[in-house]
């Protein structure tokens, strides 16, 4: 069985925008528990983590960022998937 390339990585683009607005709403809800988790998940410090707030124009550019960067990883996660069914 194969992996349609192009209808896989817009399905996975889609799924990563709503995770990606789905946590903008949860940081810009709860932003000292966001900060708390992001800071030990990425390994910031606390300094460098606590000056950033969610703005709509962050929010659209970061929807753009996870869009191109999800279709491209479903693009090539597709093509290696395939690539290892033919044999």
Known sequence: MKINNKKF?????????????????F??????????LMTTLFHFSSNVATGSRVTVIGVIL?????AIYSYIAGM?????????VEK
């Open 9 to 25: 990585a817009v399905v996975l683009s889609k799924v990563s925008v709503i995770v990606y607005v789905v946590c903008s709403i």
């Open 27 to 36: 940081v810009a809800l709860f932003p000292r528990v966001s900060t708390k």
């Open 62 to 66: 970061g929807i753009a960022q996870v």
């Open 76 to 84: 090539i996660f597709a093509w290696i998937f395939n690539k290892s």
